[in-house]
C-alpha cells in the first residue's frame, strides 16, 4: 500500500508541475479523493527533486554548453550570459517572499490557505487569468530579445505560486502572455525559472524536516521520486507541443472544472 501511495504521489506530482494546474493542490485534493494521506508540504517538496531532475535531463543540450566553458571562464560566462543572468533576478522574488514566510509564519499555509475551499476559490481566479492570458495579443518578445524588467515581472508573479492552488507554471506562463511573449519561449522560459525556485524549495523543506525524512520508507520514496521523473519528463514534452498551437483554453477548462468538484466534495 506505500508503495501505491508513493508512486501516485510521484505520478500526481510529476503530471502537473509543468502542467499550469497546480501540483500542491491535485496532491492534496486528490489524495483526499482516493482515500490516502495528504503528502503534505515536505514530502512534496521532497519528492519535487524528481521534477528537477527532469527539466535538467529534458534541457540538457543547453545545460551541457557550459562544458565547453574553461573553468577561468565559467564566471564570466555566468555573469554575462542574459538567460542566466535573467533566471536569477526572476529568482529574487520568491526567495525574498518564501524566506520571510518560512522565517515568520512557518505554518501559515497549513493552517489557513491549504484547505479544499481555497485551492477551490483559488482554480477559479486563476482560471480568469489564464483566459486574460489567452485572449492577450500574441507578442514577439522571446528567450533572445527580453529584457531584466520582463524576467523580473514574471519573477513576481512566481513568487505567489507559494500559495497552495496558484500553478507555479500557470501564473508564470500566463504572466508572460500578458506581457507579450511568444508562446513557446512563455513556456520554456517558465521552466527554466523553476529550476531554482523548487530547488531552493526543496532543499530547505528537507532541512527543515530532515528528522521527519527518516520516517520515510527508503523504497517507495524511491518510487516516488522516479515515477515523479518520468512523468515530468511527460508532462514538459506535452505542454511544449500542445501549448505552441493549442492555448492554455483545455487547461483554463480544466481548472474552472476542477475548483467545481472540490466545491461539490466540501
Keep these: 500500500m506505500e508503495y501505491l501511495e508513493f508512486f501516485l504521489y510521484g505520478l500526481i506530482q510529476g503530471l502537473t508541475e ?20 495528504d503528502p503534505g508540504s515536505s514530502l512534496s ?31 564570466d560566462y555566468f555573469l554575462h550570459q542574459r ?60 528567450l533572445k530579445n527580453h529584457n531584466y524588467s520582463d524576467s523580473f515581472l514574471i519573477g513576481v508573479s512566481q513568487a505567489f505560486a507559494i500559495l497552495p492552488g496558484i500553478s507555479r507554471s500557470g501564473i508564470t506562463i500566463s504572466t508572460a502572455l500578458v506581457t507579450g511573449w511568444e508562446r513557446v519561449d512563455a513556456a520554456k522560459f517558465s521552466f527554466i525559472l523553476g529550476i531554482p525556485a523548487i530547488s531552493i524549495a526543496a532543499i530547505v ?12 520508507s527508503f523504497f517507495p520514496l524511491l518510487l516516488g521520486l522516479f515515477t515523479t521523473f518520468l512523468s515530468s519528463l511527460f508532462a514538459i514534452d506535452f505542454l511544449l507541443k500542445y501549448f505552441s498551437s493549442n492555448g492554455l483554453k483545455l487547461f483554463i477548462i480544466y481548472r474552472v472544472l476542477f475548483g467545481v468538484v472540490i466545491l461539490l466534495n466540501l
Design 18 to 37: 509543468f502542467i499550469p494546474v497546480s501540483s500542491t493542490a491535485h496532491l492534496k485534493v486528490i489524495s483526499l479523493l482516493l482515500g490516502i494521506d
Design 83 to 142: 538567460l542566466l543572468r535573467s533566471i536569477l533576478i526572476g529568482t529574487i522574488p520568491i526567495v525574498l517572499l518564501g524566506g520571510s514566510i518560512k522565517l515568520f509564519t512557518p505554518y501559515f499555509f497549513e493552517k489557513f490557505l491549504r484547505s479544499n475551499l481555497s485551492i477551490a476559490l483559488v482554480s477559479f481566479v486563476m482560471a480568469i487569468f489564464m483566459y486574460i492570458a489567452e485572449i492577450s495579443k500574441k507578442g514577439s518578445i522571446n
Design 45 to 75: 517538496a521532497i519528492i519535487q527533486l524528481g521534477s528537477i531532475l527532469a527539466l535538467f535531463w529534458y534541457f540538457r543540450n543547453d545545460f551541457f554548453k557550459l562544458r565547453s566553458q574553461s573553468i577561468n571562464n565559467l564566471l
Design 205 to 216: 523543506e528537507f532541512i527543515s524536516s530532515f528528522d521527519e525524512f527518516y520516517t520515510f
